[in-house]
């Protein structure tokens, strides 16, 4: 039961076409996946992955460390998969895997004493900063190379985006829904200041905005102190006169109400 919860992103996996000799039911030698991954750039056939999606729910009702296994096997499918859309999309969904193992099971992963010298083959025995260090190395690789990701429209893969997920307005290019996913797996200053600087350089100002929207919580409520929590209302006032001609400036309305209902109260205790 504990590994459902990564159980589409699984599917998504295998849906792109990287052609898991085990997991995903085809049958090639080591040379001809490599050369039919290096021929394929896209995979976009919705109807495959849902049947893919009801075939892993079996396996994972019937072996429940199954996911390990895929972990290890999808690690050697990325390294020889060349540089592109589809490896950058790999890249997210490994470390959703990783971090989701991690959140499973943390209670006895955290009991374990940091390894800092080696990294066992078995992940069953890895620390909780060998996960962390992992995640954010996939993370970081899944936003590569951004040039490509930003030219690449988010609708190429809308075959695994979870309907009302993404918007061909709101995150148009391929680098925000995977930036989006980052954020959502471990949100970090850094990815939130190479989007917003992205969305800074196209027209369109919402998609900007509600990036920065973003950024600004994060940033300004994660420690929760006076002095934060008051700059980040000042940042949302100052957004409001900013964009308090546009229609959309209702996000930063609902924002700053948001802020009174959670954090107005610190500041006054």
Not at 21 to 45: P, R, V
């Amino acid at each position: 039961m504990k590994n459902k919860a990564i159980l589409i992103n699984i599917m998504v996996i295998c849906g792109l076409g990287l052609l898991m000799s085990n997991a995903c039911g085809t049958a090639q030698s080591g040379k001809e996946q490599k050369e039919t991954m290096e021929n394929q750039t896209t995979y976009n056939n919705p109807e495959e992955i849902k049947e893919l999606i009801i075939r892993m729910k079996s396996e994972l009702e019937t072996d429940n460390d199954w996911a390990t296994d895929l972990i290890q096997e999808m690690e050697a499918k990325v390294s020889i998969l060349p540089e592109g859309t589809d490896k950058a999309v790999l890249h997210s969904m490994l470390a959703e895997m990783y971090n989701q193992y991690l959140l499973q099971n943390r209670w006895v992963i955290d009991q374990r004493t940091a390894i800092s010298r080696y990294t066992p083959d078995d992940i069953r025995e890895w620390s909780t900063n060998l996960f962390e260090e992992k995640v954010k190395e996939h993370l970081t690789a899944s936003l590569q190379p951004a040039g490509l990701l930003q030219s690449t429209p988010a609708t190429t893969y809308e075959a695994i985006m979870e309907k009302g997920q993404s918007s061909s307005e709101l995150r148009p290019a391929l680098y925000d829904f995977l930036a989006g996913r980052a954020t959502m797996i471990r949100p970090s200053k850094e990815i939130y200041d190479d989007w917003l600087a992205f969305r800074n350089s196209q027209e369109n100002k919402k998609a900007a905005l509600l990036v920065e929207l973003a950024s600004l919580e994060y940033s300004y409520t994660s420690d929760r102190s006076d002095t934060s929590l008051q700059t980040y209302q000042q940042a949302l006032e100052r957004l409001l006169q900013e964009y308090k001609d546009y229609d959309f400036s209702t996000d930063i309305r609902i924002a700053l109400v948001n802020y009174s209902w959670h954090y107005a109260g610190h500041v006054a205790n």
